[in-house]
């Protein structure tokens, strides 16, 4: 049977005026993690936050009791060089790192900010790096890239080594709004049939119009920004999205 289903809505479309309240309505709305966009104006175009934001809206929303548990902080690190910034939000109190494979393939092993290194990383030392450090792992991968990169990563028998969640971005990642990108979907549907314990999460255009495909692909861990944080009732969506991940578990 599949993972459960995980809501895990978007601060970056929350009021960042009032941030802290913002994650802890939502958590009280019934979503099950925070995903927090990092973004670092060079892997892509934009720029959001650090870690010292993380470090202020830690305190009102409390740590899960187990992994993947309820609290999560889901923080999608799109980053040119993602292995150096893993302590800073381990501290900071990020529970799931998720770097980009794309960016993982063509960064450094250098391990804080300010280091400057020539040897290089790759997605297996970084997901153990992560490990060690003390947090789960996620990598992801844009619309671009084919799902078969993960193939080798997912398939490694050295535990450390294998990621604990794989997002599949349905937007060019980078900026909110975007039209969901269905044509990303059988990606999804090929981690599932491979590997139907895994938890496979989407981001990217999901709301109450979109949903249903994703969640028939096999998709488990849902990414809703503005459907969530825009939304009369976000508790009433929030619900939507979960009972149409529920409904179709295990039926692929």
Known sequence: MPPRAIIAPSILSADFGALGKACSDTMDQEADWLHVDIMDGHFVPNMTFGAPVVTKIRPHVGRPAKPFGKGTFDCHMMIAEPKKWVKDFEKAGCDLYCFHYEAAVASTAAENPEDKSDAKTSPKELIKYIHDVGMLAGIAIKPDTPVDVLWEILENSIKEEVPDMVLVMTVHPGFG????????????????????????????GLAEGTIDQAA????????????????????????????????RRGKL
Request: aromatic share 4%; no cysteine; net charge negative.
């Open 177 to 204: 709004g975007q039209k969901f990108m269905a044509s990303e979907l059988p990606k999804v549907k090929a981690l599932r049939e491979k590997y139907p314990e895994l938890n496979i999460e989407v981001d990217g």
């Open 216 to 247: 028939a692909a096999g998709a488990n861990v849902i990414v809703a920004g503005s459907a969530v944080f825009g939304a009369k009732d976000p508790a009433e969506v929030i619900a939507k999205l979960r009972e149409s991940v529920d409904s």
